[in-house]
């Protein structure tokens, strides 16, 4: 988090969780055109948090809910964070809710469907062998020292799939969804393989001011 506060005392703009009171998988760094320049090409960047368990490295992608209702779950688990904001960071409905009702009661309901939400749910993990994490060789990148897996193609197999090398603009798409599905990287799993996430409504509340505007109320 030190490093999160001194991105936006730099000018940045970070999403952390995606504006839920927890993190889990996921931060999102947005860089303002001071720092990249006119029609930079990357603006963007996704840290992907790791959870080390036994010989593996688990991404749990806790905000996408597997299964078939996942999709329906996702979106009411993303309207049901937003009774969680004060009434001037809410619009329509969620805004007269959030002013009529006692915020410790909407705590409450978050915290009973956030339980509930992590016993009986899963979702696809990112799994990693912990041993790309652990063993590492160092690269220069622009100038810049960078420490990636010593076995590095070894990684980019597991990862994307024993055709790696081949640029693929459909690998990720939905239509082609089977490839980046048959992955061993990816592995449906529980929610509860890993321990439930520390709700911290403070941590909501102090960086929902730093959420990109058209990030306050969209999944």
Same mark, same amino acid.
Request: charged content about 20%; cysteine-free; glycine content about 6%.
């Given at each position: 988090m030190a490093a999160i506060n001194k991105f936006i005392s730099d000018g940045c703009k970070v999403r952390i969780q995606k504006g839920f009171p927890?993190?889990?998988? =996921?931060?999102?760094?947005?860089?303002?055109? @001071? =720092?990249?320049?006119?029609?930079?090409?990357?603006?963007?960047?996704?840290?992907?948090?790791?959870?080390?368990?036994?010989?593996?490295?688990?991404?749990?992608?806790? @905000? #996408?809910? #597997?299964?078939?209702?996942?999709?329906?779950?996702?979106?009411?688990?993303?309207? =049901?964070?937003?009774?969680?904001?004060?009434?001037?960071?809410?619009?329509?409905?969620?805004?007269?809710? @959030?002013?009529? =009702?006692?915020?410790?009661?909407?705590?409450?309901?978050?915290?009973?469907?956030?339980?509930?939400?992590?016993?009986l749910g899963k979702c696809i993990y990112h799994v990693q062998p912990i041993k790309y994490f652990k063993n590492l060789k160092t690269i220069q990148f622009y100038d810049i020292a960078y420490k990636i897996a010593n076995e590095t193609e070894n990684y980019l197999m597991h990862r994307y799939g024993p055709n790696w090398k081949t640029p693929d603009a459909d690998f990720n798409t939905d239509f082609y969804k089977e490839k980046w599905k048959m992955v061993s990287a990816r592995q449906e799993l529980k929610f509860s393989l890993l321990d439930k996430p520390t709700i911290d409504f403070d941590l909501q509340a102090n960086y929902i001011e730093y959420l990109p505007d058209h990030m306050n109320e969209t999944p």
């Open positions: 927890f993190v889990d998988n =996921i931060i999102q760094l947005y860089i303002p055109e @001071n =720092i990249t320049g006119p029609n930079p090409h990357i603006k963007q960047v996704d840290f992907y948090i790791y959870q080390p368990e036994g010989k593996y490295a688990y991404m749990r992608w806790f @905000n #996408s809910p #597997s299964g078939l209702h996942g999709k329906k779950l996702k979106n009411h688990f993303f309207k =049901i964070k937003r009774i969680l904001f004060p009434p001037k960071q809410t619009t329509g409905k969620m805004k007269y809710l @959030n002013i009529i =009702i006692p915020k410790r009661i909407r705590y409450f309901y978050f915290i009973l469907f956030f339980h509930l939400y992590y016993k």
